[in-house]
């Protein structure tokens, strides 16, 4: 992949003001929120999420073990005081919405939830999500994606029906690590879906050339998966001191360099790292504060991460 | 699954090896002492298949068929299950193995050999033994919690290794019948932990290369 962006100065400055906006339009939530939490309009709405959420993926999947619960229960609450919203979770994570449903009644509910979740099976795609609602103890999820395009053609009509009728807020679709991105392209150019989940990070960055240019175009939110590629470009990282010039985008570690990577892209709307920590959730989400890297700024790391 | 073939084994692993070995401490706490009984069990096995009574095949056929239920419904239909939605169908197949052990073994009386430990295939008595004994001490040796120890009779990979022995042991034209299931097993889980980059991950594999290599060399 050669070292270059598709995000010129105009086009940031654009991102950036948007993220300003979303700061006015951030709505208020139950929870102390930092001063400067950095968000983005969903373009199908204008609503403000924060650039920052929080993943599913194997880390909220620890089964019925109440002390690993409770630790995941912990993770939520330090992600929600710090001004996070996105979760996102599926059936394939086994019982991870079970482990969210635990921390969510144990944290009280917190008005602040975006609750985004997938429909993973080939059919009975509508019994699946009421079940899923059950494991979260919700009264709606505010987004539902097919997860990995599985049997799409079916979901998105179904999903679409449950939008109107009021069930859901927003329709995505997801993939990762870069598969069938002819199909997620053909199904953002036909389908009026207001968020695509997508692999991207410092590494990962096949989504430049097409996928974000379209989301942007056709007014699609974008959540991006696997920033740290399952904890793999972290452990590549933190060998190596954190650079000088992460100061100059108010970083204090490998992780808030690496998300303020894919959060500066304009058509990304949020990023959702997963986590069993609490340090590390709040190092996630200061990510979504100070500075965010500009062009220039994006092209070193994208060069000092791949020396490394 | 479209483009299968950009998928990794890694893309099928849903939880931690924290969280998977967790699994077995929480338990061995809840089922203790039940590992004591199993272990005894698991002598008792040994024992038999040295000895010279005619009925000795059948049972123990019939505690193997006992142990390899109780794992498909305590472990992996009861625990594991909740981590991994595929040891649902998992727990069917040790349930199938123990109907099939009980029916071969007990029912049918299928799992014999010579008598009075004459001629008794040492590779298989080995391998029973290493099940009982030295599979799990492992874990510990390899800087696990003892609490986390995997028992025979009560974990599958003890099991599944012991269970092997035996049929190197007793079993003749069953042999591979009931063998497949039990090296199905001893693959799932080294790609399982070879996956979560446990330094044990080859010992069931290669002990159902053994197995399979030693019994094809003697059939000759």
């Known amino acids: 992949m050669p070292p270059s962006t598709n995000v010129d100065r105009r086009t940031l400055m654009r991102g950036l003001g948007a993220a300003g906006a979303g700061l006015v339009l951030r709505p208020v939530v139950a929870w102390a929120q930092p001063a400067a939490m950095i968000t983005r309009a969903v373009p199908s709405s204008g609503e403000a999420l924060p650039v920052v959420g929080l993943g599913s993926w194997i880390t909220f999947n620890v089964g ?17 005081s710090s001004g996070g919203r996105l979760i996102d979770s599926s059936p394939m994570y086994a019982s991870s919405q079970d482990v969210i449903g635990y921390g969510l009644a144990k944290l009280g509910k917190p008005a602040a939830l975006f609750a985004a979740d997938k429909v993973w099976t080939s059919r009975r ?76 990070n410092v590494l990962d960055r096949e989504i430049e050339d097409r996928i974000l240019p379209l989301a942007r175009d056709r007014g699609i939110g974008v959540i991006i998966n696997r920033p740290f590629r399952e904890g793999a470009l972290i452990r590549r990282v933190m060998r ?63 060069a000092h991460v791949e020396a490394l | 699954m479209s483009e299968w073939w950009t998928y ?67 472990f992996h239909g009861d625990r594991y299950a909740a981590i991994n939605w595929a040891a649902t169908y998992v727990a069917v197949g040790f349930a199938v193995e123990g109907l099939l052990l009980v029916w071969a073994g007990l029912v049918r009386d299928r799992m014999r050999s010579p008598t009075g430990g004459q001629g008794m295939d040492r590779v298989g008595l080995a391998i029973v033994l290493f099940a009982l004994v030295g599979q799990p001490l492992i874990g510990p040796v390899v800087g ?77």
């Open chain 1, 64 to 80: 019925n073990d109440r002390a690993a619960r409770d630790g995941c229960a912990d993770v939520m609450r330090a992600f929600f």
């Open chain 1, 125 to 200: 795609g509508r019994d699946q999500v009421e079940q899923s609602r059950r494991h979260w103890d919700i009264a709606r999820f505010d987004l539902m994606q097919v997860h990995n395009l599985l049997a799409w053609e079916d979901h998105l009509p179904m999903l679409f029906d449950m939008k109107a009728a009021g069930q859901l807020r927003y329709v995505g679709i997801t993939t990762s690590e870069g598969r069938r991105h002819h199909e997620i392209e053909q199904i953002m150019r036909s389908q009026p879906i207001d968020f695509v989940q997508v692999t991207y």
């Open chain 1, 240 to 302: 190596q001191p954190l650079p000088a010039w992460a100061r100059d985008i108010d970083c204090a570690n490998w992780a808030q360099v690496l998300l303020k990577f894919v959060a500066s892209h304009p058509a990304v709307t949020c990023a959702i790292p997963a986590t069993t920590s609490v340090d590390h959730v709040r190092e996630n989400m200061g990510a979504a504060t100070g500075r965010l890297p500009d062009d220039a700024m994006r092209r070193r790391m994208i």
């Open chain 2, 8 to 74: 990794r084994l890694s893309d099928f692993l849903l939880f931690s090896p924290r969280t998977y070995y967790r699994l077995f401490e929480l338990y061995n706490a809840d089922i203790w002492p039940a590992q004591i009984a199993t272990l005894a069990l698991g002598v008792a096995i040994l024992v038999l298949l040295r000895r010279g009574e005619v009925w000795r095949g059948q049972v123990v056929a019939a505690v193997l068929g006992v142990c390899w239920l109780w794992i498909a419904w305590a």
């Open chain 2, 144 to 220: 696990r919690a003892w609490s986390q120890v995997e028992i025979f009779g009560v974990a599958p990979d003890p099991t599944a290794v012991a269970t092997l022995g035996v049929l190197l042991c007793t079993a003749g034209r069953a042999f591979w019948l009931l063998a497949a299931l039990p090296i199905a097993w001893c693959v799932v889980t080294g790609a399982t932990l070879w996956t979560m980059g446990s330094v044990d991950a080859l010992v069931a594999p290669l002990v159902a290369v053994v197995c399979v290599i030693w019994r094809i060399w003697r059939q000759r």
